[in-house]
């Protein structure tokens, strides 16, 4: 950025210089711009590098702009007007304006850039001076005050400027003398310069009659223009202003000086003399007193410093002594501090800091180039400047012994302290480094003898053996660390720089902690920085032995594990991974629940369930249903993208963290799409399936735990399973009012299985053609104290979850079978059967079959009277079992009836195997027949298929005459429904047989 804005800035002052002299007529715009450009260049240089005292420079540049003004006054006076008066408007802002900022900048920057802010710079300013208002004076000033043409105000206007000229040229030669050499100071000087010599050849020309605008004198305001915004420009610009401190060649510097100004006068004296005339005779008499008193000042200012020079060195050697009987490093910090503060003018603010490489590492890694040097403490390490707050400027010191570095002694206070306390400190932090390098001497050659035997011991040990001091650095370190860590020479390295990054903060925590307590034994696992760049687990026992004069550090015991760690990690992998899908298991399910749920973003979790799962799986094949479970995976995993994650949870159900939606309302949104694609059929071992999904889910919006978050998306599945399957639920406040009443419901209907609660209502089913009664179908309702008479799908979804429908069946098969003996023995003739339906959880409890043989038989009905009705889906789970089970039931005399028949995924071909005496057509069949007449021809084939394998024929749901003649018509012998009769309930039973076993119903 500097180089660039200083490209631009040379660039502009080429081609106005160009401009100028080859365009006479735009002089006057044109040495406007000369101005403005200056002014600019020295505030952008001041925003750009931020100098630490800025006025001096923005001093400068409003001097720079009043004598830009001053100046384009003057031609518009002039070349515009056409008027020469003498003084004018020009003098006034150049004289009250330009002159006095730019005294005051070059005396506010001297000030600051002050090596020995003393009376005796004073002096040496003074004479500089007198030596070059002397010279102006014979040049200029005396040409001036000779003139006859020129009134007393002319004359004091025109020596004011050689006057004042002298003065800017002085201090800046006196600056320069103190300065740092850069190219900013160079430049600066070559403004004052340019200004000084402009002036002086203004001066000579307006005595002789012959300056006009456009001559090579403007060249040298052309240059005070230039440098003076291209030396704020350069970086050095900073340096400027920065205390600097003193050497050899400053003082050289500053006799040079001061004898070419001591020898002006008498070289003047014999330049006039050799000429042939003295015309300044008086003045060179009254120069040279002037420069003999304040040289004989100065040596009485001198004479004073010395004084207090002595007063330092007598402190000094106190300070020494005090450090020569010092035993530790608390010590020598304490004689610093004392010293310090006696070297200092009483009641100065200060801070001291001795900052120890063992102590201070992380302070002390900033290299200094010089021994001893000024810094602002806000380009200090922040560990460093956060001690020293009030204070802005900083003497740092470094403390070596030969080209060991042992420290840094930092000394904060005000300015002028600092600048006269620079010599003195050096001493200081040299005397302190050699001490501090002798206790450390002491400190190694006792440890190494008390480590003799300790060496002896762990010298051929198998396990890494580390000491390391408080702030962690290694002391010591056992011959078998050059197998872990490439080297044994770890002594003085930082104990966290053998870890991986990420411990470090880890490391350097538990080392304080065993460090604050001697009693702390502790073990942890870290990772170590391997020599060849390969990382190792190591196992790591740390004990404080501080105490232990022959081991006086905390004692690491590493033990290489990164077998053991790689094989633990690959069971975790494992244990996270489920093996036939390459999803995430149920743990990692679990710890992305636990996760969403401490984050603030707002984030869902999905529990997925295939609907009719254990049906693909009994119909397809096992291998089939492994395939179908990875492709279900897969598509879950393509819909919902990432970062959401995937899960299988077990068997057939699935789970998922939907992250990056914004509200539930998106991730509703997203569930629908994941319905839809989940229509789209898949293709497996040449076949194409179609599967539904089941879905519930929960979002952190209305869970405070991950624990929550589980439970509500299983109530959401549930809810889902139960309305129907085949659909998706959001937990929501009501979805819980929902589920409270669920379980409410479930221990009410356990309650009325044992209180009397059910009834039963029957059914007819009767013959068709003829229209006898042949039997009914058991049918439960639950008479709620509450809410009245339920029907089934009131309540049997939730005793098939609940488990309760083993009991309700059998409550259900005790009074069917009690009720048809009573039909039994009122109408021996012809009496009815009763069907009673089972559920596929009922047929599998252990035993079931046995007992309805035991009640069969304890209650005296005849087997054939008996039908057990079971749904499709039964037969297609471990058939064997069941067929074994139902054979033993026929052969009993008890019939069977396949119920809802052609609703689920089973085909007539497995009917020949099936060990059943009747056929049960489901409704959707029945309601169809009427219009439509390919529903009418499945229908007949299905009861001609059924014939043939000698099965009866149950058409339900049979509400219109229509539909029992077209039935009638296909060979379906028997039939039920509202056309027929509605459920009669169970005290109304035996009226109804009585008037309809007489007389056939007819519809």
Same mark, same amino acid.
């Not at 002086?200 to 605008?213: A, D, H, R, S, T």
């Given at each position: 950025?500097? /180089?660039?804005?200083?490209?631009?800035?040379?660039?502009?002052?080429?081609?106005?210089?160009?401009?100028?002299?080859?365009?006479?007529?735009?002089?006057?715009?044109?040495?406007?711009?000369?101005?403005?450009?200056?002014?600019?260049?020295?505030?952008?240089?001041?925003?750009?590098?931020?100098?630490?005292?800025?006025?001096?420079?923005?001093?400068?540049?409003? &001097?720079?702009?009043?004598?830009?003004?001053?100046?384009?006054?003057?031609?518009?006076?002039?070349?515009?007007?056409?008027?020469?008066?003498?003084?004018?408007?020009?003098?006034?802002?150049?004289?009250?304006?330009?002159?006095?900022?730019? +005294?005051?900048?070059?005396?506010?920057?001297?000030?600051?850039?002050?090596?020995?802010?003393?009376?005796?710079?004073?002096?040496?300013?003074?004479?500089?001076?007198?030596?070059?208002?002397?010279?102006?004076?014979?040049?200029?000033?005396?040409?001036?005050?000779?003139?006859?043409?020129?009134?007393?105000?002319?004359?004091?206007?025109?020596?004011?400027?050689?006057?004042?000229?002298?003065?800017?040229?002085?201090?800046?030669?006196?600056?320069?003398?103190?300065?740092?050499?850069?190219?900013?100071?160079?430049?600066?000087?070559?403004?004052?310069?340019?200004?000084?010599?402009?002036?002086?050849?203004?001066?000579?020309?307006?005595?002789?009659?012959?300056?006009?605008? &456009?001559?090579?004198?403007?060249?040298?305001?052309?240059?005070?223009?230039?440098?003076?915004?291209?030396?704020?420009?350069?970086?050095?610009?900073?340096?400027?202003?920065?205390?600097?401190? !003193?050497?050899?060649?400053?003082?050289?510097?500053?006799?040079?000086?001061?004898?070419?100004?001591?020898?002006?006068?008498?070289?003047?004296?014999?330049?006039?003399?050799?000429?042939?005339?003295?015309?300044?005779?008086?003045?060179?008499?009254?120069?040279?007193?002037?420069?003999?008193?304040?040289?004989?000042?100065?040596?009485?200012?001198?004479?004073?410093?010395?004084?207090?020079?002595?007063?330092?060195?007598?402190?000094?050697?106190?300070?020494?002594?005090?450090?020569?009987?010092?035993?530790?490093?608390?010590?020598?910090?304490?004689?610093?501090?004392?010293?310090?503060?006696?070297?200092?003018?009483?009641?100065?603010?200060?801070?001291?800091?001795?900052?120890?490489?063992?102590?201070?590492?992380?302070?002390?890694?900033?290299?200094?180039?010089?021994?001893?040097?000024?810094?602002?403490?806000?380009?200090?390490?922040?560990?460093?400047?956060?001690?020293?707050?009030?204070?802005?400027?900083?003497?740092?010191?470094?403390?070596?012994? &030969?080209?060991?570095?042992?420290?840094?002694?930092?000394?904060?206070?005000?300015?002028?302290?600092?600048?006269?306390?620079?010599?003195?400190?050096?001493?200081?932090?040299?005397?302190?480094?050699?001490?501090?390098?002798?206790?450390?001497?002491?400190?190694?050659?006792?440890?190494?003898?008390?480590?003799?035997?300790?060496?002896?011991?762990?010298?051929?040990?198998?396990? !890494?053996?580390?000491?390391?001091?408080?702030?962690?650095?290694?002391?010591?370190?056992?011959?078998?660390?050059?197998?872990?860590?490439?080297?044994?020479?770890?002594?003085?390295?930082? %104990?966290?720089?053998?870890?991986?990054?990420?411990?470090?903060?880890?490391?350097?925590?538990?080392?304080?902690?065993?460090?604050?307590?001697?009693?702390?034994?502790?073990?942890?696992?870290?990772?170590?920085?391997?020599?060849?760049?390969?990382?190792?687990?190591?196992?790591?026992?740390?004990?404080?032995?501080?105490?232990?004069?022959?081991? /006086?550090?905390?004692?690491?015991?590493?033990?290489?594990?990164?077998?053991?760690?790689?094989?633990?990690?690959?069971?975790?992998?494992?244990?996270?991974?489920?093996?036939?899908?390459?999803?995430?298991?149920?743990?990692?399910?679990?710890?992305?629940?636990?996760?969403?749920?401490?984050?603030? /973003?707002?984030?869902?979790?999905?529990?997925?369930?295939?609907?009719?799962?254990?049906? @693909?799986?009994?119909?397809?094949?096992?291998?089939?249903?492994?395939?179908?479970?990875?492709?279900?995976?897969?598509?879950?995993?393509?819909?919902?993208?990432?970062?959401?994650?995937?899960?299988?949870?077990?068997?057939?159900?699935?789970?998922?963290?939907?992250?990056?939606?914004?509200?539930?309302?998106?991730?509703?949104?997203?569930?629908?799409?994941?319905?839809?694609?989940?229509?789209?059929?898949?293709?497996?071992?040449?076949?194409?399936?179609?599967?539904?999904?089941?879905?519930?889910?929960?979002?952190?919006?209305?869970?405070?735990?991950?624990?929550?978050?589980?439970?509500?998306?299983?109530?959401?599945?549930?809810?889902?399973?139960?309305?129907?399957?085949?659909?998706?639920?959001?937990?929501?406040?009501?979805?819980?009012?929902?589920?409270?009443?669920?379980?409410?419901?479930?221990?009410?209907?356990?309650?009325?299985?044992?209180?009397?609660?059910?009834?039963?209502?029957?059914?007819?089913?009767?013959?068709?053609?003829?229209?006898?009664?042949?039997? %009914?179908?058991?049918?439960?309702?639950?008479?709620?104290?509450?809410?009245?008479? %339920?029907?089934?799908?009131?309540?049997?979804?939730?005793?098939?979850?609940?488990? +309760?429908?083993?009991?309700?069946?059998?409550?259900?098969?005790?009074?069917?079978?009690?009720?048809?003996?009573?039909?039994?023995?009122?109408?021996?003739?012809?009496?009815?059967?009763?069907?009673?339906?089972?559920?596929?959880?009922?047929?599998?409890?252990?035993?079931?079959?046995?007992?309805?043989?035991?009640?069969?038989?304890?209650?005296?009905?005849?087997?054939?009277?008996?039908?057990?009705?079971?749904?499709?889906?039964?037969?297609?789970?471990?058939?064997?079992? @069941?067929?074994?089970?139902?054979? @033993?039931?026929?052969?009993?005399?008890?019939?069977?009836?396949?119920?809802?028949?052609?609703?689920?995924?089973?085909?007539?071909?497995?009917?020949?195997?099936?060990?059943?005496?009747? +056929?049960?057509?489901?409704?959707?069949?029945?309601?169809?027949?009427?219009?439509?007449?390919?529903?009418?021809?499945?229908?007949?084939?299905?009861?001609?298929?059924?014939?043939?394998?000698?099965?009866?024929?149950?058409?339900?749901?049979?509400?219109?005459?229509?539909?029992?003649?077209?039935?009638?018509?296909?060979?379906?012998?028997?039939?039920?429904?509202?056309?027929?009769?509605?459920?009669?309930?169970?005290?109304?039973?035996?009226?109804?047989?009585?008037?309809?076993?007489?007389?056939? !119903?007819?519809?």
């Amino acid at each position: 950025m500097a /180089n660039r804005l200083m490209l631009v800035y040379a660039s502009l002052v080429a081609a106005l210089s160009g401009l100028y002299f080859a365009m006479p007529m735009w002089r006057l715009e044109i040495w406007s711009c000369f101005g403005i450009l200056s002014c600019l260049g020295i505030v952008a240089g001041v925003r750009l590098h931020r100098p630490r005292r800025a006025a001096p420079w923005l001093l400068w540049a409003a &001097g720079t702009g009043f004598f830009a003004t001053g100046t384009v006054t003057a031609l518009v006076l002039s070349e515009v007007m056409h008027l020469q008066a003498f003084p004018s408007a020009a003098d006034a802002v150049f004289l009250g304006g330009s002159v006095p900022c730019l +005294l005051a900048s070059l005396i506010t920057l001297t000030r600051s850039k002050a090596t020995v802010i003393d009376r005796a710079s004073l002096v040496d300013a003074l004479m500089l001076t007198t030596g070059a208002g002397f010279l102006s004076w014979v040049l200029v000033v005396n040409p001036y005050l000779s003139s006859p043409d020129l009134t007393p105000l002319q004359k004091a206007i025109a020596v004011a400027y050689p006057i004042f000229d002298v003065l800017i040229l002085a201090i800046l030669v006196r600056f320069m003398l103190g300065a740092v050499r850069s190219r900013s100071a160079i430049l600066l000087l070559f403004s004052g310069a340019g200004l000084f010599v402009a002036d002086v050849m203004y001066g000579l020309n307006q005595l002789n009659g012959f300056w006009e605008l &456009g001559s090579p004198v403007d060249l040298g305001w052309i240059l005070f223009y230039a440098s003076s915004g291209a030396s704020a420009l350069l970086p050095s610009m900073r340096q400027l202003t920065e205390p600097r401190m !003193v050497s050899g060649s400053v003082v050289g510097a500053h006799r040079l000086a001061l004898s070419i100004a001591s020898l002006v006068a008498p070289g003047v004296l014999l330049t006039q003399a050799l000429t042939g005339q003295v015309r300044d005779g008086v003045v060179i008499a009254l120069v040279s007193a002037v420069l003999v008193a304040l040289a004989v000042t100065r040596m009485s200012f001198v004479a004073a410093g010395l004084r207090r020079t002595l007063v330092r060195e007598r402190e000094l050697r106190r300070a020494c002594e005090q450090l020569l009987s010092a035993t530790d490093i608390a010590t020598i910090t304490a004689v610093v501090h004392e010293a310090v503060e006696r070297l200092l003018p009483a009641g100065t603010a200060h801070r001291v800091l001795l900052l120890s490489p063992e102590r201070d590492a992380d302070q002390t890694e900033r290299s200094l180039t010089k021994a001893v040097a000024f810094e602002e403490t806000r380009d200090m390490p922040p560990q460093i400047a956060g001690r020293l707050t009030g204070h802005e400027l900083a003497l740092r010191c470094q403390l070596t012994v &030969g080209e060991r570095h042992t420290g840094e002694l930092v000394v904060a206070a005000d300015e002028k302290a600092l600048v006269e306390l620079q010599q003195a400190i050096s001493v200081l932090a040299g005397q302190a480094a050699s001490m501090i390098g002798h206790i450390e001497l002491n400190r190694e050659i006792n440890r190494r003898e008390s480590e003799a035997y300790f060496r002896t011991l762990v010298l051929n040990a198998g396990d !890494v053996i580390l000491i390391v001091d408080d702030v962690g650095r290694l002391r010591y370190s056992s011959p078998s660390a050059a197998g872990l860590f490439g080297t044994d020479d770890l002594a003085g390295k930082a %104990l966290e720089d053998l870890f991986v990054v990420e411990q470090r903060s880890e490391i350097h925590s538990t080392i304080e902690g065993v460090s604050a307590d001697a009693k702390i034994d502790t073990a942890t696992d870290w990772t170590v920085l391997g020599a060849a760049g390969e990382h190792a687990d190591v196992e790591v026992s740390l004990r404080n032995l501080r105490h232990e004069p022959s081991v /006086n550090g905390i004692v690491l015991t590493l033990r290489d594990v990164t077998d053991r760690r790689r094989m633990q990690r690959e069971l975790e992998e494992r244990a996270y991974l489920d093996p036939l899908t390459g999803l995430g298991s149920r743990l990692r399910f679990q710890d992305d629940v636990e996760r969403a749920a401490l984050s603030a /973003n707002f984030t869902g979790v999905l529990l997925v369930d295939i609907d009719e799962f254990r049906t @693909v799986n009994e119909a397809f094949g096992h291998h089939t249903a492994d395939e179908l479970l990875r492709a279900v995976g897969r598509r879950l995993r393509d819909c919902l993208r990432a970062p959401s994650s995937v899960a299988r949870l077990g068997a057939d159900e699935f789970g998922a963290v939907v992250e990056g939606a914004r509200d539930a309302a998106e991730i509703d949104r997203l569930l629908d799409e994941v319905m839809c694609r989940f229509t789209e059929p898949f293709v497996l071992a040449g076949s194409s399936l179609t599967v539904q999904l089941s879905i519930g889910v929960a979002t952190t919006a209305d869970a405070d735990n991950h624990e929550q978050l589980l439970s509500q998306a299983a109530a959401a599945l549930r809810n889902a399973k139960s309305t129907g399957k085949r659909r998706w639920r959001r937990y929501e406040a009501a979805l819980h009012r929902e589920i409270i009443g669920q379980a409410q419901l479930r221990a009410e209907l356990e309650h009325a299985i044992t209180a009397d609660q059910l009834v039963l209502h029957f059914q007819p089913i009767i013959e068709l053609e003829s229209g006898r009664v042949d039997g %009914l179908e058991s049918l439960v309702r639950w008479q709620h104290p509450v809410k009245g008479l %339920l029907p089934p799908a009131g309540f049997i979804e939730l005793a098939e979850e609940s488990g +309760l429908i083993v009991p309700l069946g059998m409550w259900v098969l005790e009074h069917s079978l009690r009720e048809a003996v009573k039909w039994q023995e009122l109408f021996p003739q012809d009496p009815p059967h009763v069907s009673v339906n089972v559920s596929a959880r009922q047929f599998r409890s252990p035993g079931f079959v046995d007992q309805v043989l035991v009640l069969v038989d304890q209650m005296g009905l005849a087997p054939h009277l008996l039908t057990v009705e079971i749904t499709e889906s039964l037969l297609l789970t471990e058939p064997e079992q @069941v067929r074994a089970e139902l054979c @033993v039931l026929r052969n009993a005399g008890v019939r069977v009836s396949i119920d809802d028949f052609g609703t689920g995924y089973s085909s007539l071909s497995y009917l020949h195997q099936v060990p059943a005496d009747i +056929l049960k057509l489901d409704k959707s069949f029945v309601d169809t027949m009427s219009v439509s007449s390919r529903q009418h021809d499945l229908v007949q084939g299905i009861v001609q298929l059924a014939h043939t394998l000698a099965l009866d024929v149950v058409a339900e749901g049979i509400e219109t005459v229509t539909d029992r003649a077209l039935l009638t018509a296909t060979g379906c012998r028997y039939g039920q429904g509202y056309l027929i009769s509605r459920p009669i309930p169970e005290p109304d039973v035996v009226a109804w047989l009585t008037a309809n076993l007489v007389t056939p !119903v007819s519809t």
